[in-house]
């Protein structure tokens, strides 16, 4: 089954501590995101990839990293320096080329307590 | 800019009714596509359709249709006797402007109560 998983479902974390959320994709695609979601907000880009190796900041990108080691993995860290890190985030990914629909994971919440 | 409008926060039906959630947009693009996605309790956005500005014709699927119109810068969706299924949040996008950009914008959502 081809699809996009994101681990864990739901995450908390401790104010000061970095945390990693996991993407992995085996739909072949070659660009993949992260949004996060507010209540009332809509979706937000965070980070974008269009290849391996390579990456760029989107809107909010402030207080969290990427990395884009290999074509099925996008691992996103939000770092301490994120002030208000507790939101729903997804991750999705797409073929090539602007205008091809993105297809979504399941989300990871995460709860700073 | 780019700038996609979901005025309608929240609605509420009656199953069986019929539902329209407007999308506005604005693009300095002469060429674009507009997305709908659907965002059920579980959280997952699922894609719903992807329309071509070119194409003007009203899209009909099973219950939902959509309406594009270019001269008011709408692509208004429609479920037709609506289902406790079709509760959940509704979002329209569009791509960023720029040739290289494969990012969209999305508008913040429609939330949708279908009550039994």
């Known amino acids: 089954d081809g699809g996009i998983t994101q681990s864990p479902k739901y995450l908390f974390r401790k104010e000061g501590q970095n945390v990693t959320l996991s993407c992995e994709q085996n739909?072949?695609?070659?660009?993949m995101y992260w949004y996060r979601q507010d209540p009332g907000q809509g979706l937000r880009l965070i980070y974008y990839s269009q290849i391996v190796n390579d990456f760029q900041k989107g809107d909010i990108a402030e207080g969290y990293s990427v990395s884009r080691e290999k074509k099925e993995s996008f691992p996103l860290t939000v770092t301490s320096a994120q002030k208000n890190p507790t939101a729903f985030y997804l991750c999705?990914?797409?073929?090539?080329?602007?205008?091809?629909?993105?297809?979504f994971g399941p989300g990871t919440r995460l709860t700073v307590l | 800019a780019q700038k996609v409008t979901q005025a309608q926060t929240e609605i509420s039906v009656v199953e069986k009714e019929d539902v329209t959630l407007d999308c506005v947009y604005e693009?300095?693009?002469?060429?674009?596509?507009l997305f709908w996605y659907k965002q059920p309790p579980s959280g997952e956005l699922v894609f719903l359709i992807r329309?071509?500005?070119?194409?003007?014709q009203n899209e009909i699927s099973g219950r939902y249709s959509w309406n594009f119109q270019k001269s008011t810068s709408s692509f208004n969706f429609t479920i037709t006797a609506s289902q406790v299924v079709d509760s959940a949040v509704y979002f329209c996008a569009l791509p960023y402007s720029g040739a290289g950009s494969y990012q969209l914008t999305f508008g913040k959502g429609t939330k949708l109560s279908v009550i039994p």
């Open positions: 329309r071509n500005s070119f194409d003007e």
């Open positions: 693009t300095r693009d002469t060429t674009y596509y």
């Open positions: 999705a990914s797409s073929a090539s080329g602007r205008y091809n629909e993105q297809f």
């Open positions: 739909l072949n695609h070659d660009a």
